[in-house]
């Protein structure tokens, strides 16, 4: 793979050091800066600004293109022609399904959607109001207590009935995080509803009355499902990797990736971008360009959430089609004239000719709708970043499925030490 080197001159060593230069089908090319350690150097990169952490043939981000390709196939195309089922099969497989081999995968997910009747046990030690998200950390570790002992992760077919189970698994877990905080009976999944259909009727159906699917909410659940499937090594994905590289049971690793959705830098943003919609209230112009300024405020902690990314300096792709679901929800629902929608519009063209944003290339990423459409379809918006998990986790089993698949290392990152040097324990 290496076909180029860089060269590395360090004062004080006697010469020069050769790093591999790598370069892949897309994107940047990569020093490997392995052989660092054996000068006694390590690389420094906090927030990992410009380090790659694996090769992978999953996704591909153009951050100043505004390009989002799975397996090559751009977002805009699948979100137009396929479907999230399928989106899961291309993310695991590497291919797009056969019709037959698209309904034996479709069969096999939803004839997995039932959990043990003894998981809904786990959500009774949760306060009635706990949040959604600190329930699936909880509950989605507990499924490793399910499937461990029998299941050997160097076999494929282990890692494949563990992906299936998970896929299949957290939108009834989801629903029921749902249930559990309004207090309603939890519902079992149904065979004859498609995934979208299905966790629309596991979060919505109760027993005083018949619950019926609206399309258009199913269509759009679907679309927010697949936006959302995966997207590189984002942080939550290099948690699962992380996770994984201990050897860890799969369903563990996939707690700990929803622990690191959850924060608002990352995956809670939708969730947060709902509450400042909700703080801003008046759509005034004043009142709006005051968020504005607070945003552009060194000194104020708030920020316009939903806005930026570290990889995309021009529109997220999948904000743009999130927006163009948003208006077609919000107009066949008669609501095309939602006040939070005027704001959230305002919000954006107002920052995408303010300087501050210009210049730091912040624009919309694919939080910043995705809570308007979730709103307008009855989801509370403590469900919304449970929602964003339920679709990532294809994105992270893929992600995990990838690197057991192949020879890998534990992750161990080191650091630059500037604490105490050596010193004596007082012994007067
Ligand atoms: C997701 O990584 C992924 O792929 C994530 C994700 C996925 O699918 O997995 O795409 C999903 O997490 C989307 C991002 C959701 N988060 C938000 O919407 C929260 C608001 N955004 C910011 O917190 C921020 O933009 C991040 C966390 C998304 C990115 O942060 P970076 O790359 O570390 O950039 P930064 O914080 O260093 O910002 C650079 C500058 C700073 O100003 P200066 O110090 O240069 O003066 O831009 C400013 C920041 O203050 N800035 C913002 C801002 N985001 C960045 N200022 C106001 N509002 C914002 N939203």
Not at 105 to 113: C, G, I, K, L, Q
């Amino acid at each position: 793979m290496a076909d180029r080197k860089a060269t590395l001159t360090v004062e004080g060593l006697d010469k020069p050091i050769e790093l591999p230069i790598y370069s892949g089908t897309r994107g940047p090319d990569v020093i490997d800066v392995r052989g660092l350690g054996s000068e006694g150097l390590f690389t420094y990169d906090p927030g990992f600004m410009a380090t790659s952490s694996c090769q992978s043939a999953i996704t591909y981000i153009d951050g100043g293109k505004g390009m989002l390709l799975h397996r090559g196939y751009p977002i805009d195309q699948l979100a137009q022609n396929s479907d999230f089922v399928e989106l899961c099969y291309l993310l695991m497989f590497g291919e797009l399904p056969s019709k037959a081999e698209y309904t034996d995968f479709a069969d096999r997910v939803t004839s997995h959607t039932m959990v043990h009747e003894q998981l809904a046990n786990f959500f009774k030690g949760f306060r009635r109001d706990a949040h959604p998200m600190s329930i699936m950390c909880g509950v989605v570790g507990g499924l490793a207590a399910f499937y461990h002992d029998h299941l050997d992760i160097t076999k494929q077919e282990d890692r494949e009935i563990s992906a299936i189970r998970l896929i299949a698994k957290m939108p009834t877990l989801a629903a029921m995080s749902h249930k559990y905080n309004v207090g309603q009976p939890f519902n079992y999944p149904r065979n004859d509803l498609n995934y979208a259909e299905n966790f629309l009727y596991m979060m919505f159906s109760n027993p005083c009355e018949e619950y019926k699917i609206n399309p258009v909410f199913a269509k759009a659940m679907d679309r927010i499902f697949m936006l959302h499937a995966d997207h590189e090594q984002n942080a939550s994905t290099s948690t699962v990797r992380l996770a994984g590289s201990t050897g860890a049971n799969p369903f563990a690793c996939i707690s700990a990736g929803i622990a690191a959705l959850w924060g608002p830098a990352h995956g809670g943003a939708n969730e947060a971008v709902l509450n400042m919609l909700d703080e801003i209230g008046d759509e005034s112009e004043e009142n709006i360009q005051r968020f504005i300024d607070r945003a552009k405020d060194k000194d104020d902690p708030f920020k316009l959430m939903g806005f930026g990314h570290r990889v995309y300096r021009n529109f997220d792709p999948r904000a743009k089609v999130m927006k163009e679901t948003c208006d077609e929800v919000l107009e066949q629902l008669g609501r095309a004239d939602d006040p939070q929608l005027r704001i959230a519009k305002r919000l954006e063209q107002i920052a995408l000719e303010d300087e501050y944003f210009i210049e730091r290339k912040l624009y919309p990423n694919v939080d910043f709708y995705s809570g308007i459409i979730l709103k307008a379809m009855g989801i509370p918006k403590n469900m919304f970043t449970v929602i964003f998990a339920v679709s990532r986790t294809i994105g992270w089993i893929s992600h995990w499925h990838e690197m057991l698949s192949e020879s890998y290392k534990i992750g161990r990152p080191r650091q630059l030490y500037v604490g105490h040097d050596k010193r004596d324990y007082p012994t007067d």
